[in-house]
């Protein structure tokens, strides 16, 4: 089984503020098959990123994703105050594996 | 546009069987592939398993034992069993469609239902 391990835990930023989060596998993830998801308390989760760097529909430029092999990271530009959420990594190359999330919060 | 609804009971016995159904409107089941996933009250996400429309089936191999996920192309609606279930079981349990872009490569999660709390107590 493919390990997901997300960091950091918690992410304290401000609105406007770059967000870096990242996503290690504990072996290569075959052909960057790799999601990004948002969840908002009392959500389900939400589609951001697939293949690694392709954004899902309707989903805001200030939001890419890149890395290959067992590197992955989620960038936001720009946070907005609505982007203040968890977000969780998913390899779907070898069954199908999540991580264990990063918050990001308003600091 | 398409939508997933979960239903099922809120409540199961310890050692007893969870029952989910997940009813897909707006859209056709057929073609596609369709996964349950669950998250315990404050913690991550794990995937169960997926089906595709044809009754194919692929599962967790942690709960694979224990898992029984089925199609009715029919009611549009794919559903889910847990057996023996345990407070570890414990979770919202989301429907999720299973996308893929090629038959050939593996899918994601593109469409959720809202997901529904089952708690597992006597």
């Known amino acids: 089984e493919i390990v997901l391990t997300q960091s950091p835990g918690t992410l304290s930023l401000s609105p406007g503020e770059r967000a870096t989060l990242s996503c290690r596998a504990s072996?290569?993830?075959?052909?960057?098959?790799l999601a990004w998801y948002q969840q908002k308390p009392g959500q389900a989760p939400r589609l951001l990123i697939y293949?690694?760097?392709s954004r899902a529909t309707g989903i805001p430029d200030r939001f890419s994703g890149s890395g290959s092999g067992t590197d992955f990271t989620l960038t936001i530009s720009r946070l907005e105050p609505e982007d203040f959420a968890v977000y969780y990594c998913?390899?779907?190359?070898?069954?199908?594996?999540f991580g264990g999330g990063t918050k990001v919060e308003i600091k | 546009q398409v939508q997933l609804q979960e239903s099922g009971p809120g409540l199961v016995k310890p050692s007893e069987t969870l029952s989910l159904t997940c009813t897909v409107s707006?859209?056709?089941?057929?073609?596609?592939?369709w996964s349950w996933i669950r998250q315990p009250p404050g913690k991550g996400l794990e995937w169960i398993g997926y089906?595709?429309?044809?009754?194919?089936?692929n599962y967790n191999p942690s709960l694979k034992s224990r898992v029984t996920i089925s199609v009715d192309t029919s009611k549009n609606q794919f559903s889910l069993k847990l057996s023996s279930v345990t407070a570890a079981d414990t979770a919202v349990y989301y429907c999720?469609?299973?996308?893929?872009?090629?038959?050939?490569?593996?899918?994601?999660?593109?469409?959720w239902g809202r997901g529904t709390l089952v708690t597992v107590s006597s």
């Open positions: 293949g690694a760097s």
């Open positions: 998913q390899q779907y190359g070898s069954s199908r594996t």
């Open positions: 999720a469609r299973d996308y893929r872009r090629t038959t050939v490569t593996p899918g994601y999660f593109d469409l």
């Open positions: 707006g859209g056709s089941i057929s073609s596609y592939y």
């Open positions: 072996q290569s993830v075959s052909s960057s098959y």
């Open positions: 089906i595709y429309y044809s009754g194919s089936t």
